[in-house]
């Protein structure tokens, strides 16, 4: 085909997949990084037919916007959100696994949240209840050509990311020049020797590597015991840990209509700590639409796009924010 796909007919590796454990794409990247753009470029031409595939998406807020966005896409999808799956919603994506095990399933398509740590999700993929019912196919990384590493996370972290992933995409690559590029590829490279490196531009990489004959480098039928090291503060929300101040989420509603240029006062007053803002806005210029909002701090003015079809139930108004340690009552006091 044109896209250079293997197609599913004919390719013994696809053919032969559901005769063992459910296979998972798990794509892991900080906030912004663009996985859930990628994921929709990736399911356009992936070999696995729609109706034998399932979307698992992760939010860590309270309202699942990544899930809104490829609620359109002709795929079951559950969602989780409220939490990460690396640590505080763990249990609900074992559950969910095990159950779609046992159903007439070839492929599971997880987006973790932009908290979550690879290393803890890679954990709980294998663990013990789900041990001969689910293979680990892909851990993919997406990464922000422009972004990485982020700044409020330490290097260890970004690190212990990239290192887990056998699958590392560069993303947004049209936002830096060629010599960064190069230096971003190096010091990739000798963090994880052993990843395939893609490199593309707003989300449009070809997933030729994941229905390689190759097996995946990483270690699916073995435990992974760690402790929970997310950023997400997880494991004790009162509790500062030595990577630095955990991750909060805060959100805020917005039940009537707003202008766009009121949407935009907001975004600008927000303080610098409020390293991602998302959600779903109605505006006062088409109040009886729903729009996608999305926001990366220090990345330029916020999209805002139509959400369409809107699932139903129709998602809460109102934005998520996200960063560290955040203050409800003073965010609260910006965006009356």
Same mark, same amino acid.
């Given at each position: ?69 490829? *609620?359109? +896409? ?7 959100? /409220?939490?990460?799956? @690396? =640590?505080?919603?763990?249990? %609900? ?122 097996? *995946?480098? +990483? ?7 760690? /402790?929970?090291?997310? @950023? =997400?503060?997880?494991?004790? %929300? ?99």
């Amino acid at each position: 085909p044109a896209s250079g796909l293997i197609p599913l007919h004919g390719c013994p590796i696809l053919d032969a997949m559901r005769k063992g454990p459910l296979p998972v794409v798990a794509l892991t990247g900080f906030l912004g990084s663009g996985k859930t753009t990628l994921l929709k470029h990736w399911l356009r031409d992936a070999p696995v037919e729609a109706a034998k595939s399932v979307l698992i998406i992760n939010d860590f807020g309270p309202v699942n916007i990544d899930a809104a966005l490829l *609620s359109g +896409l002709p795929y079951e999808l559950r969602s989780i959100a /409220g939490g990460c799956v @690396c =640590c505080t919603s763990y249990g %609900e994506l074992i559950d969910e696994l095990d159950d779609l095990s046992a159903q007439d399933v070839e492929m599971v398509w997880l987006e973790t949240s932009g908290l979550a740590e690879p290393e803890e999700v890679l954990d709980h993929l294998t663990d013990p209840q789900l041990r001969g019912k689910v293979t680990v196919r892909r851990l993919v990384q997406v990464i922000d050509a422009a972004n990485y590493p982020g700044s409020w996370r330490h290097r260890a972290v970004e690190e212990s990311e990239v290192r887990f992933a056998d699958i590392l995409v560069i993303n947004k690559a049209d936002l830096v020049d060629a010599a960064r590029l190069e230096q971003l590829h190096a010091q990739l490279r000798a963090l994880n020797p052993g990843a395939e490196i893609v490199v593309c531009e707003q989300g449009r990489a070809e997933a030729r590597t994941l229905w390689s004959p190759a097996a *995946s480098a +990483l270690a699916a039928g073995e435990e992974h015991d760690h /402790g929970c090291g997310c @950023c =997400c503060g997880g494991h004790d %929300e009162a509790e500062e840990d030595d990577e630095g101040p955990a991750a909060s989420v805060h959100f805020h509603p917005l039940e009537a209509p707003l202008s766009r240029t009121r949407l935009g006062e907001m975004i600008r007053a927000l303080p610098g700590d409020v390293m991602r803002a998302k959600g779903v806005v109605r505006l006062s210029e088409s109040p009886e639409r729903y729009h996608i909002f999305q926001y990366v701090h220090g990345q330029g003015e916020p999209l805002v796009v139509p959400l369409d079809p809107v699932p139903e139930p129709a998602p809460a108004t109102g934005l998520v924010l996200i960063g560290p340690r955040l203050d409800p009552a003073m965010l609260n006091g910006l965006l009356i």
